[in-house]
């Protein structure tokens, strides 16, 4: 007797397959990431064709085949169609889902991480907000939920929690204090008021820490050290996404 499993999920890739169905790469609150088969999804007139697009906010109910997932029924929670609407937005969403994509393994929940996903998409859909600075919110919570978060409050090295003068290491995962920067070489300046704003964030919810109102060079100086920070820590870490928007603000 086959079981069923109801969940939230977000659909992070969606692939044809075969004349009129679709493979979904979803990302589950109960299940984590998951392939799923959605037997006639790319029908224009199928009951499941919204709720499996992708950046869509579903309810599933799947049952488990010998090799993957089965949609046995999917209702729409939020469709996030706008984001496709702006060549912009849609660089960052796709952005942060190949991201979420990457890190997550199959069938491994991380429900702070699913629901910093789902808070990040509804914040660029409503577009009120600098994008840049709701993305480097959401790669600085990320890289803490998935075990890696920077050390901003004290040094990474020893531990000293005086941080005036400080400098960060990418390499050693967060600020450096005077005295352990003479027995460091891979750092790099930081303003002081950059290192207080991801102690911000990090200790807030995104949608409070969204409301802040943060200087353009506060914002490209975070950007660019979580950028490093990613590059280092992230296997497979793919930019496409952003360097097209680079390319293109360009």
Request: charged residues 25%.
């Amino acid at each position: 007797m086959l079981t069923l499993i109801n969940t939230e999920g977000v659909v992070l890739r969606n692939r044809k397959f075969e004349e009129a169905d679709a493979i979904l790469t979803i990302f589950t609150r109960k299940l984590g990431k998951i392939s799923a088969v959605a037997k006639g999804a790319k029908r224009p007139k199928s009951n499941l064709l919204s709720a499996t697009q992708v950046f869509a906010y579903s309810n599933f109910s799947l049952y488990k085949s010998a090799s993957m997932y089965k949609i046995n029924q999917c209702d729409i929670k939020y469709n996030f169609y706008n984001l496709s609407k702006e060549i912009s937005v849609l660089s960052y969403a796709s952005y942060i889902t190949q991201l979420v994509e990457v890190v997550t393994l199959e069938n491994q929940t991380n429900n702070r991480l699913f629901d910093l996903l789902i808070k990040t998409l509804y914040l660029y859909s409503k577009g009120e907000r600098d994008l840049e600075y709701i993305t480097a919110i959401f790669e600085l919570k990320f890289l803490d939920y998935i075990g890696y978060k920077p050390e901003v409050s004290k040094c990474a090295n020893c531990g000293n929690n005086n941080l005036i003068n400080s400098k960060f290491s990418v390499i050693e995962g967060g600020a450096i204090c005077v005295n352990c920067q003479q027995i460091i070489t891979t750092l790099q300046k930081i303003d002081p008021t950059t290192l207080k704003l991801m102690e911000y964030i990090l200790l807030n919810d995104i949608i409070i820490s969204s409301k802040a109102k943060v200087s353009k060079y506060l914002i490209k100086e975070l950007r660019k050290i979580l950028k490093r920070y990613l590059g280092e820590y992230v296997d497979n870490l793919n930019l496409k996404s952003l360097n097209f928007l680079e390319n293109l603000k360009d």
